[in-house]
């Protein structure tokens, strides 16, 4: 599975640390049929799990990303409004000034630069609710 990756080096614009590398599947597939002698399916992902489509028939999910995180880019993500909400059973998140699953790590005096106590906490909140639901057969 490929996902996309690129990088935008100019930090007063909101970009990253890296220097510019814009996304270039041309040369992904020429690195993979060099590298590996195959050419990556850039649709294998949306296809066999059903792409972000996959938050509007699925339930019991909570999709959280790192703000910082590369694989972001894949992900579901909230809206512009802070939560996406696809339906009654899935919910985006984002950890504000974290990388990759600080959500599941153990809690660290770091967690106060973030607002992964904060998601940590809707993450049992939802986990919980769903456990009690299940018990009680409504789910």
């Given at each position: 599975?490929?996902?996309?990756?690129?990088?935008?080096?100019?930090?007063?614009?909101?970009?990253?640390?890296?220097?510019d590398m814009?996304?270039?599947?041309?040369?992904?597939t020429s690195?993979?049929?060099?590298?590996?002698?195959?050419?990556?399916?850039?649709?294998?992902?949306?296809?066999?799990?059903?792409?972000?489509?996959?938050?509007?028939?699925?339930?019991?999910?909570?999709?959280?990303?790192?703000?910082?995180?590369?694989?972001?880019?894949?992900?579901?993500?909230?809206?512009?409004?802070?939560?996406?909400?696809?339906t009654p059973?899935?919910?985006?998140?984002?950890?504000?000034?974290?990388?990759?699953?600080?959500?599941?790590?153990?809690?660290?005096?770091?967690?106060?630069?973030?607002?992964?106590?904060?998601?940590?906490?809707?993450?049992?909140?939802?986990?919980?609710?769903?456990?009690?639901?299940?018990?009680?057969?409504?789910?």
């Amino acid at each position: 599975m490929v996902l996309p990756s690129s990088y935008n080096g100019n930090l007063s614009s909101g970009g990253d640390m890296f220097y510019d590398m814009p996304w270039q599947p041309a040369a992904v597939t020429s690195g993979c049929q060099s590298s590996y002698g195959v050419t990556p399916d850039f649709y294998w992902g949306k296809v066999g799990y059903g792409g972000r489509a996959v938050s509007s028939t699925a339930t019991n999910i909570v999709f959280t990303n790192g703000e910082l995180d590369p694989w972001r880019a894949g992900g579901i993500v909230p809206t512009s409004a802070g939560k996406y909400l696809a339906t009654p059973g899935t919910t985006a998140l984002i950890v504000t000034n974290a990388g990759h699953h600080m959500d599941l790590m153990f809690s660290a005096p770091e967690d106060s630069l973030t607002n992964v106590i904060q998601v940590r906490a809707i993450e049992l909140e939802h986990i919980t609710r769903w456990i009690n639901e299940h018990h009680a057969g409504t789910n």
